[in-house]
């Protein structure tokens, strides 16, 4: 099974509020979301270590939803490489001409 945008975001949410509110331990959130964690582990487990940044999250989101309404891999693969390559690449060039 492959997940929508919207049922990613959905389970994403859950974790995070499972993880927040220390309603769940880890053990009991793998057991919750065994089939998610199963098919997207490092997804997964970025979201329990904490290095979940819901800035990139939702522009993964975007391209998804794209994908879904038939734009091709290409185009969509394209403008989300540019928007890291601003968000980390060009962040590091202009320090580095800096110095």
């Known amino acids: 099974m492959s997940y929508t945008a919207d049922q990613i975001e959905e389970i994403v949410k859950n974790i995070l509020t499972d993880m927040l509110e220390n309603v769940l331990t880890k053990e009991k959130l793998d057991e919750k979301y065994l089939e998610f964690r199963t098919k997207n582990r490092m997804f997964y487990e970025t979201i329990l270590t904490g290095g979940f940044d819901p800035v990139i999250f939702n522009e993964m ?3 998804k ?6 734009v091709d891999q290409y185009s ?15 962040p590091a060039l ?3 001409d800096q110095k």
């Open 61 to 63: 989101m975007k391209s």
């Open 65 to 70: 939803r794209k994908l879904e309404s038939g």
């Open 76 to 90: 969509v693969d394209t403008k989300f490489g540019q928007f890291m390559a601003d968000k980390y690449i060009a």
């Open 94 to 96: 202009k320090k580095a």
